[in-house]
């Protein structure tokens, strides 16, 4: 039988998973959790793969990384190849330790991201029956509790959360789990907002930061300001990434990664205590719209002037 063709993310985003085979343990100890965990973020690195989630269970694995197409397939193989040997000889056995190929999700959307990011740091309370996911020491919700990973990138998640309280009290979600996520994200769970609609939301958004081009003349800017408008606009219109690269006429990676930098920048300032850090810092962002248009206006204005 032919292998099925694995699918590619347009983002890039895939939730992964790999599985013993016949469901046989994986890890028998701590010593196991560590050379694999060792292992992942070194292969990881060598072929710029970013982790966002991982979690380590007996008998199987979940990552959410951010990754080429055919970078991911290197460094699974990779790593299921130097870990089944070390396996095989440190606990006497032969034979696959995987089963098949390993699996992946594409994640395409800010809602899936969320969602398999929650999936995967409470798994152990499905599988371990543990009531608390701070109990567990082998995933990275613990990561994000301190904000120190040598694993993790988590300037994304963080940027969408605004803080580690809002981090957590998502996690712990128990019922309207569709509606909850609302509250962080935009999300493709409330339907699709009209082009035309979003192109004159957006476009009174940068009239009222005092940025004198429409949505359409983006890409006109510095690529400073440039950035910055569109983390504004998606942030305030609660658009998703397609609709913004639809209304910009903006490559897609690049109105990606100028939501993530920009909130990066922000956060930098912000933990500088620098007074334009408020503007744009993400927990307020998601939970009270519009920003003062006197302040957002401050802010270009000095970004312009930096520039």
């Known amino acids: 039988m032919a292998t099925k063709k694995r699918k590619r993310s347009e983002s890039g985003f895939y939730h992964v998973f790999q599985r013993g085979v016949c469901l046989f343990d994986i890890f028998e100890d701590d010593e196991d959790r560590k050379f694999y965990l060792k292992r992942l973020v070194r292969y990881a690195s060598e072929l710029h793969v970013e982790i966002h989630a991982w979690c380590l269970m007996s008998n199987h694995t979940h990552l959410l990384v951010r990754a080429q197409h055919e970078t991911l397939s290197a460094v699974m193989r990779k790593i299921g190849s130097v870990y089944a040997r070390y396996f095989n000889k440190r606990h006497g056995r032969t034979g696959p ?11 395409e959307t800010d809602s899936q991201f969320l969602s398999v990011m929650r999936y995967i740091h409470r798994n152990p309370i499905h599988h371990e029956e543990r009531t608390l996911m701070g109990d567990y020491p082998w995933s990275s919700y613990g990561e994000y ?10 300037t994304l998640a963080m940027s969408i959360f605004g803080s580690v309280d809002r981090f957590i009290s998502f996690h712990h979600i128990e ?10 994200l935009d999300i493709d769970t409330i339907g699709p907002m009209r082009d035309d609609e979003a192109r004159l939301r957006a476009n009174h958004v940068l009239v009222e930061a005092g940025i004198p081009v429409t ?3 983006l890409g006109a800017l510095p690529y400073k300001q440039r950035d910055m408008a569109i983390a504004l606009v998606k942030h305030s ?23 993530q930098l920009s909130f990066g920048d922000v956060a930098g300032t912000r ?7 408020s503007v744009l810092q993400p927990g307020r962002l998601l939970s009270s719209w519009p920003p003062s248009p006197m302040n957002t206006s401050k802010l270009f204005a000095s970004k312009q002037r930096a520039g």
Do not use: P, W
């Open 145 to 154: 509790l301190t904000g120190v990973s040598e694993t993790c990138e988590q």
């Open 237 to 259: 219109i609660h658009c998703s990434l397609r609709q913004l690269q639809r209304l910009t006429a903006i490559a897609f990676s690049a109105i990606r990664n100028a939501v």
């Open 271 to 277: 933990r500088s205590g620098s007074a334009e850090a």
């Open 97 to 107: 330790l995987f089963e098949d190929r390993f699996g992946s999700v594409c994640v």
């Open 215 to 217: 949505v359409a003349r």
């Open 175 to 184: 019922q309207d789990y569709k509606q909850s996520i609302e509250r962080y």
